[in-house]
């Protein structure tokens, strides 16, 4: 069975009607989570804690989205 992971993250960012993080180095790792449903619940946790502060941004990345497991991986990348 193939793992559906979900990163959840967030900081503050330069401007709010931007996605661009103000210091990459504060960003807010909240955690990777197995499925959509819990990775939503601790995003909107994150983004109902933050909700006054409108620098502030939390996101959900599809993980798995980034690698289609299909595709042979490339030589550089099985040395990872």
């Excluded at 983004?47 to 289609?68: E, K, N, S």
């Amino acid at each position: 069975m193939t793992q559906r992971l979900h990163l959840v993250f967030g900081g503050e960012l330069v401007d709010p009607s931007k996605s661009a993080f103000k210091d990459v180095n504060d960003i807010h790792i909240v955690g990777m989570f197995p499925d959509y449903a819990s990775a939503y619940a601790a995003w909107k946790a994150e983004a109902q804690r933050t909700v006054d502060d409108a620098h502030m941004r939390y996101f959900i990345a599809h993980i798995h989205r980034l690698r289609d497991e299909e595709t042979e991986a490339s030589s550089t990348e099985e040395l990872g």
